[in-house]
């Protein structure tokens, strides 16, 4: 055998084997011209090398060279188009796995604080960041408690502010959440810094307006040298870390038989942001809070020194807020739990919110 | 208390705008509800806490006025001109006899009086703020009142049997019909103003109308008195009667304005209906006012309200207020005695001074500060922060929550069974005059309100204080309640449909909620309440101890209520539960060698309870066996009748690599042993 004829017999073989792999269309097409081509016993390579021993010696490591580049050569075009044809195959499997993705997806239960609870969280956050601790109290409470403790004189007018459910003798649904001012200050000593939840209630026939059973938020601060420029300074942080800098407060006097100084505060109007509207009844105030400072009365009550210590309490009925907050038009919608009403709850900005700083 | 403006310049000199003086007595703590016009006038609407009774009248309010404004208060007090031939004293006596009720009693009398109606200024004022002209005596009356603040009533003296008033307590079997004409029966508890015979008034709220003054009248006595305001206060709401009078005797009026006003008003009457008046007033005073000093210290007043203001200007501003006020000690920081006038009863110790201080100065131009805080010193309440953990649980889990009142009717004490409940003496309605006992008693009504709109997927839970009664005396403890109807998803969709919830998707719920707050174990007991489903019910227990209950509602209550699908209800005592220890998760190492999970299908007597089976798996103690899941319960052909199927996952984590063999093996032992423990032998199909 010479060497043209070797040569043009792999030139050959390249070519029929070039086409070849073009053909392949499947992993199987491959595998066979990997037999062709590498088999053990009749594999072209192997014969080829087997071949050489006929050429001449000096001939023999050109050869070599040739059939291992040939062997280098198909192996690179037999992976090559292996690769190609693994896309291929992926591709059409891909495109059998098309999906309509504009149809809908999974739906999940989403449950919804309630907006009561949205807004106390709001404001319990902000006044456990001041130090305040959270505190509760019975909602049956005693006239001593509700009344009595709280400077009210027994068969006052002022009682007539407060329209007081009975259950019998002494015991009472507490009108506010205020007998729990006493409560903490029996329990501890100052400095005291508390804020209290709660459910309470009044004798008023129920309106759009009006609920005999509602939800407040007290705050007592007791300390030596509280001012009333504290109680202040206070609340219109609150004010402006619930409803944003632009909030502003008006402290104007009022009347509680429990604090004094008293004052009712207003804020200004959430919706119209003091311009006047039918929120506000064009006045651009929103009356929010009533706070003054503990009268010394309820502190000797709790046998705390006036001349020592002093303190400021404040409280807001929640239901009010929550309906300016959420634009809620009637309070009977909070108790109903309708479904409808509840669900719409779902998304709570209130609750955690860290953009509002002041 | 209406207010007419033009009336005020009465007694202060007013040139700024209705909108600003709206505005400076809004800011000195009385708000105007209203302010409306009256011809050219303008009248405010004003509300009057109850500790100021003495702006329930022109002059009070002009007063306030008159402070802020720097400007001099005139009352314009004025006296009748009187006889000098005859005197009081021959036309009536006045007697006090229960002084506990009056301390207080001035008379005047007009005599030869024509009454007719009142000239149209009179008529104009009264009517401008509210309050119906009568006749001229009458209205005269009623214009002190407004005016000066002290009630009036004017009795025809001619009527007014042996010419005798006597103040005392009224006696058993007495009655009186008031101006009103309604007959109000007394008590001995009922202040009276009474003739020689019987009652002629009712003390400080309304007159009699025998004695009451009408055309034809010629003899007019004039009562300005002065009555204990809880006297009062009790017999105006024993007869369920408010009057103008009432409501200023009732927070106090001026003792010291009696006489001014009586004066005043038979001046009036004089004026207007002519007459002619004897000399003097009967003033029976059984206790003199005199004021009662408090101390102001000028450094309370700066360190209180953390202002500078002048003490020259609180002395000032306190005595236009009608406060006496003597220094007692000067210096920079004075010192002062204060005697308030005797028309602010409400003003007693020196933190009273300070509102006052404070209201004149400004309550705006107080500084804003914060109190000096180093760290929290009271613990929050107990559960807390639990309770807020309960809120993101239940919310993840997909529970509305809801808040429900606390009164209910009858019916859901008896669908509840309800022994000891506890009762609202005087309930806004008799159909709702009980406290819960269950906070399922709202859930249950929540579910009846969504199920009438249509609305049938009801997932609620709420969290809030039950009621009862212990041998006479109120009990309340905090409860969590869960309910479930409708739909195991929000809706059917293109790929899957929807199914009703069940019992178990509640008892799932339940046992996610507590593992997921770290109550373990949670385990179900069986329970018998009555408003439950008899044989779908079950305590909860955690760590052993019963913590409430879960079932579906008793259909016959489910009919009642008129509920559309089965309810679920789930009711936790949170008191009870959020004592108990909830277990902080320790990171536990994991096999590295792969699980061996293998399914057996077990047949079993049909009365097997699921939990027979569980119990026999914890015990029979295969090595290595870490969990077991129940997934498939089957009942059918291919089981004998008599007894039913429960396919279990056995999911192994070896320790060391096992064979096949090594597993199989184990699971022969255990279904030897469970052959032992419940006669469960292996299904082969």
Same mark, same amino acid.
């Given at each position: 055998?010479?060497?043209?004829?070797?040569?043009?017999?792999?030139?050959?073989?390249?070519?029929?084997?070039?086409?070849?792999? *073009?053909?392949?269309?499947?992993?199987?097409?491959?595998?066979?011209?990997?037999?062709?081509?590498?088999?053990?016993?009749?594999?072209?390579?192997?014969?080829?090398?087997?071949?050489?021993?006929?050429?001449?010696?000096?001939?023999?490591?050109?050869?070599?060279?040739?059939?291992?580049?040939?062997?280098?050569?198909?192996?690179?075009?037999?992976?090559?188009?292996?690769?190609?044809?693994?896309?291929?195959?992926?591709?059409?499997?891909?495109?059998?796995?098309?999906?309509?993705?504009?149809?809908?997806?999974?739906?999940?239960?989403?449950?919804?604080?309630?907006?009561? =609870?949205?807004?106390?969280?709001?404001?319990? #956050?902000?006044?456990?960041?001041?130090?305040?601790?959270?505190?509760?109290?019975?909602?049956?409470?005693?006239?001593?408690?509700?009344?009595? @403790?709280?400077?009210?004189?027994?068969?006052?007018?002022?009682?007539?502010?407060?329209?007081?459910? &009975?259950?019998?003798?002494?015991?009472?649904?507490?009108?506010?959440?205020?007998?729990?001012?006493?409560?903490?200050?029996?329990?501890?000593?100052?400095?005291?810094?508390?804020?209290?939840?709660?459910?309470?209630?009044?004798?008023?026939?129920?309106? $759009?307006?009006?609920?005999?059973?509602?939800?407040?938020?007290?705050?007592?601060?007791?300390?030596?040298?509280?001012?009333?420029?504290?109680?202040?300074?206070?609340?219109?942080?609150?004010?402006?870390?619930?409803?944003?800098?632009?909030?502003?407060?008006?402290?104007?006097?009022?009347?509680?038989? !429990?604090?004094?100084?008293?004052?009712?505060? #207003?804020?200004?109007?959430?919706?119209?942001?003091?311009?006047?509207?039918? $929120?506000?009844?064009?006045?651009?105030?929103?009356?929010?809070?009533?706070?003054?400072?503990?009268?010394?009365?309820?502190?000797?009550?709790?046998?705390?020194?006036?001349?020592?210590?002093?303190?400021?309490?404040?409280?807001?009925?929640?239901?009010?807020?929550?309906?300016?907050?959420?634009?809620?038009?009637?309070?009977?919608?909070?108790?109903?739990?309708?479904?409808?009403?509840?669900?719409?709850?779902?998304?709570?900005?209130?609750?955690?919110?860290?953009?509002?700083?002041? | 208390?209406?207010?007419?403006?033009?009336?005020?310049?009465?007694?202060?000199?007013?040139?700024?705008?209705?909108?600003?003086?709206?505005?400076?007595?809004?800011?000195?703590?009385?708000?105007?509800?209203?302010?409306?016009?009256?011809?050219?006038? &303008?009248?405010?609407?004003?509300?009057?806490?109850?500790?100021?009774?003495?702006?329930?009248?022109?002059?009070?309010?002009?007063?306030?006025?008159? @402070?802020?404004?720097?400007?001099?208060?005139?009352?314009?007090?004025?006296?009748?001109?009187?006889?000098?031939?005859?005197?009081?004293?021959?036309?009536?006596?006045?007697?006090?006899?229960?002084?506990?009720?009056?301390?207080? &009693?001035?008379?005047?009398?007009?005599?030869?009086?024509?009454?007719?109606?009142?000239? @149209?200024?009179?008529?104009?004022?009264?009517?401008?703020?509210?309050?119906?002209?009568?006749?001229?005596?009458?209205?005269?009356?009623?214009?002190?009142?407004?005016?000066?603040?002290?009630?009036?009533?004017?009795?025809?003296?001619?009527?007014?049997?042996?010419?005798?008033?006597?103040?005392?307590?009224?006696?058993?079997?007495?009655?009186?019909?008031?101006?009103?004409?309604?007959?109000?029966?007394?008590?001995?508890?009922?202040?009276?103003?009474?003739?020689?015979?019987?009652?002629?008034?009712?003390?400080?709220?309304?007159?009699?109308?025998?004695?009451?003054?009408?055309?034809?009248?010629?003899?007019?006595?004039?009562?300005?008195?002065?009555?204990?305001?809880?006297?009062?206060?009790?017999?105006?709401?024993?007869?369920?009667?408010?009057?103008?009078?009432? %409501?200023?005797?009732?927070?106090?009026?001026?003792?010291?304005?009696?006489?001014?006003?009586?004066?005043?008003?038979?001046?009036?009457? *004089?004026?207007?209906?002519?007459?002619?008046?004897?000399?003097?007033?009967?003033?029976?005073?059984?206790?003199?006012?005199?004021p009662r000093s408090t101390r102001l210290r000028y450094?309370?007043?700066?360190?209180?309200?953390?202002?500078?203001?002048?003490p020259?200007?609180i002395e000032k501003?306190l005595q236009?207020?009608?406060f006496r006020v003597d220094r007692v000690q000067d210096?920079?920081?004075p010192v002062w005695e204060v005697a308030p006038?005797?028309?602010?009863?409400?003003?007693?110790?020196?933190?009273?001074l300070?509102?006052?201080?404070?209201?004149? %100065?400004? &309550?705006?131009?107080?500084?804003?500060?914060?109190?000096?805080?180093?760290?929290?010193?009271?613990?929050?309440?107990?559960?807390?922060?639990?309770?807020?953990?309960?809120?993101?649980?239940?919310?993840?889990?997909?529970?509305?929550?809801?808040?429900?009142?606390? !009164?209910?009717?009858?019916?859901?004490?008896?669908?509840?069974?309800?022994?000891?409940?506890?009762?609202?003496?005087?309930?806004?309605?008799?159909?709702?005059?009980?406290?819960?006992?269950?906070?399922?008693?709202?859930?249950?009504?929540? $579910? =009846?309100?969504?199920?009438?709109?249509?609305?049938?997927?009801?997932?609620?839970?709420?969290?809030? *204080?039950?009621?009862?009664?212990?041998?006479?005396?109120?009990?309340?403890?905090?409860?969590?309640?869960?309910?479930?109807?409708?739909?195991?998803?929000?809706?059917?969709?293109?790929?899957?449909?929807?199914?009703?919830?069940?019992?178990?998707?509640?008892?799932?719920?339940?046992?996610? !909620?507590?593992?997921?707050?770290?109550?373990?174990?949670?385990?179900?007991?069986?329970?018998? %309440?009555?408003?439950?489903?008899?044989?779908?019910?079950?305590?909860?227990?955690?760590?052993?101890?019963?913590?409430?209950?879960?079932?579906? !509602?008793?259909?016959?209550?489910?009919?009642?209520?008129?509920?559309?699908?089965?309810?679920?209800?789930?009711?936790?005592?949170? #008191?009870?539960?959020?004592?108990?220890?909830?277990?902080?998760?320790?990171?536990?190492?994991?096999?590295?060698?792969?699980?061996?999970?293998?399914?057996?299908?077990?047949?079993?007597?049909?009365?097997?309870?699921?939990?027979?089976?569980?119990?026999?798996?914890?015990?029979?103690?295969?090595?290595?066996?870490?969990?077991?899941?129940?997934?498939?319960?089957?009942?059918?052909?291919?089981?004998?009748?008599?007894?039913?199927? %429960?396919?279990?996952?056995?999911?192994?984590?070896?320790?060391?690599?096992?064979?096949?063999?090594?597993?199989?093996?184990?699971?022969?032992?255990?279904?030897? #042993?469970?052959?032992?423990?419940?006669?469960?032998?292996?299904?082969?199909?």
């Open positions: 055998m010479d060497w043209r004829e070797f040569e043009s017999t792999i030139a050959r073989f390249r070519e029929d084997i070039r086409r070849a792999i *073009q053909d392949a269309r499947s992993e199987s097409d491959l595998q066979d011209i990997r037999v062709r081509c590498f088999g053990r016993q009749r594999g072209f390579l192997r014969e080829q090398f087997k071949r050489m021993a006929d050429l001449p010696p000096d001939l023999r490591p050109r050869a070599g060279q040739l059939l291992n580049e040939l062997k280098e050569w198909l192996e690179r075009e037999i992976a090559d188009r292996q690769r190609r044809l693994q896309e291929t195959h992926l591709e059409e499997r891909l495109k059998q796995e098309r999906i309509d993705w504009t149809l809908p997806g999974t739906p999940y239960w989403r449950g919804a604080v309630h907006p009561i =609870q949205q807004v106390r969280q709001a404001i319990e #956050d902000i006044f456990l960041e001041m130090g305040y601790a959270v505190v509760s109290g019975p909602e049956i409470e005693t006239d001593y408690y509700n009344f009595g @403790a709280l400077n009210f004189p027994p068969d006052h007018p002022a009682r007539d502010m407060w329209d007081t459910l &009975y259950i019998h003798g002494e015991w009472l649904l507490r009108t506010h959440t205020s007998p729990v001012q006493i409560r903490v200050m029996q329990r501890y000593r100052p400095p005291i810094r508390v804020i209290v939840p709660g459910k309470v209630y009044r004798h008023d026939e129920p309106d $759009a307006t009006h609920a005999p059973v509602f939800h407040q938020i007290e705050g007592l601060v007791v300390d030596r040298g509280i001012r009333f420029s504290d109680l202040r300074g206070t609340l219109a942080y609150f004010l402006q870390r619930l409803f944003g800098p632009a909030c502003k407060m008006r402290f104007r006097p009022s009347y509680f038989p !429990f604090t004094e100084p008293s004052a009712e505060v #207003d804020m200004s109007c959430l919706l119209c942001g003091g311009r006047g509207c039918g $929120a506000c009844k064009q006045s651009g105030w929103l009356e929010v809070l009533g706070a003054g400072m503990v009268h010394p009365n309820v502190l000797r009550e709790v046998r705390i020194d006036p001349e020592v210590y002093s303190g400021f309490a404040f409280g807001l009925g929640i239901e009010r807020l929550a309906m300016l907050m959420f634009r809620i038009p009637d309070i009977r919608l909070f108790l109903q739990g309708d479904v409808r009403f509840l669900e719409q709850f779902r998304v709570d900005t209130w609750a955690f919110r860290d953009d509002v700083t002041s | 208390m209406k207010v007419r403006i033009g009336w005020l310049k009465d007694y202060v000199i007013l040139h700024e705008s209705p909108e600003s003086i709206a505005h400076i007595l809004l800011h000195l703590g009385l708000p105007a509800e209203d302010l409306t016009s009256w011809g050219p006038d &303008y009248v405010l609407d004003l509300e009057v806490t109850v500790n100021r009774p003495d702006c329930l009248s022109h002059l009070g309010v002009a007063r306030e006025l008159s @402070a802020w404004l720097e400007r001099p208060l005139e009352p314009g007090w004025r006296s009748p001109e009187e006889r000098t031939d005859r005197s009081i004293e021959e036309a009536v006596s006045v007697h006090i006899e229960a002084p506990d009720g009056c301390l207080r &009693y001035v008379a005047r009398v007009v005599e030869d009086v024509r009454v007719g109606e009142s000239p @149209a200024w009179l008529k104009d004022r009264l009517e401008s703020v509210g309050v119906r002209p009568v006749n001229n005596v009458v209205d005269v009356t009623n214009y002190v009142m407004l005016a000066y603040g002290q009630p009036l009533h004017a009795f025809d003296l001619d009527t007014v049997r042996g010419g005798r008033i006597v103040v005392r307590w009224a006696r058993p079997g007495e009655s009186l019909q008031a101006l009103d004409e309604n007959t109000y029966p007394l008590t001995p508890e009922t202040l009276v103003i009474a003739d020689a015979q019987r009652p002629i008034a009712l003390a400080g709220i309304i007159g009699g109308l025998e004695t009451s003054v009408r055309p034809g009248t010629r003899r007019v006595l004039i009562e300005s008195a002065w009555f204990e305001p809880r006297v009062v206060r009790r017999e105006r709401r024993r007869l369920g009667l408010q009057t103008e009078a009432s %409501y200023r005797f009732e927070r106090y009026t001026d003792p010291e304005m009696a006489p001014l006003a009586a004066d005043h008003a038979a001046y009036l009457i *004089q004026t207007l209906a002519g007459g002619r008046v004897p000399a003097g007033r009967l003033d029976v005073n059984l206790r003199p006012w005199s450094e309370r007043v700066q360190q209180f309200l953390d202002v500078a203001i002048p020259t200007w501003r236009s207020l009608g210096g920079p920081t006038p005797s028309f602010r009863a409400d003003v007693q110790e020196e933190t009273d300070l509102e006052e201080i404070a209201r004149h %100065y400004g &309550y705006e131009r107080v500084p804003l500060t914060l109190p000096l805080t180093e760290k929290k010193v009271q613990p929050d309440y107990p559960g807390f922060h639990l309770e807020r953990a309960a809120r993101r649980v239940l919310q993840g889990l997909g529970l509305h929550e809801t808040v429900s009142t606390s !009164f209910y009717p009858d019916r859901p004490l008896e669908v509840f069974s309800v022994v000891d409940p506890l009762r609202v003496a005087n309930p806004l309605s008799d159909q709702r005059a009980f406290l819960r006992r269950w906070i399922a008693m709202g859930l249950v009504e929540a $579910a =009846q309100w969504n199920h009438q709109r249509g609305v049938t997927d009801v997932r609620l839970w709420e969290i809030g *204080q039950v009621f009862w009664d212990e041998q006479g005396l109120p009990r309340e403890a905090c409860h969590l309640g869960l309910i479930l109807s409708g739909r195991d998803r929000p809706t059917q969709t293109w790929r899957d449909s929807t199914r009703p919830v069940d019992f178990f998707d509640l008892k799932g719920l339940v046992q996610t !909620f507590l593992q997921t707050l770290g109550w373990r174990p949670v385990a179900f007991a069986p329970s018998s %309440y009555p408003f439950l489903h008899p044989y779908q019910q079950a305590e909860v227990q955690v760590q052993g101890q019963r913590v409430g209950f879960l079932g579906t !509602f008793h259909p016959r209550w489910t009919e009642l209520y008129e509920l559309r699908t089965p309810v679920y209800l789930a009711e936790l005592d949170w #008191d009870v539960l959020r004592t108990l220890p909830r277990a902080v998760p320790v990171f536990q190492e994991w096999s590295r060698l792969p699980a061996i999970i293998r399914d057996v299908s077990l047949i079993v007597p049909e009365s097997t309870p699921y939990a027979a089976l569980e119990q026999a798996l914890a015990e029979a103690q295969v090595p290595e066996l870490a969990r077991w899941d129940l997934i498939d319960r089957y009942v059918g052909p291919q089981v004998p009748t008599g007894f039913l199927s %429960y396919t279990i996952r056995l999911t192994f984590h070896p320790q060391a690599p096992r064979s096949s063999e090594e597993v199989d093996k184990r699971i022969q032992r255990l279904l030897a #042993d469970l052959s032992d423990r419940i006669g469960a032998r292996l299904r082969t199909e």
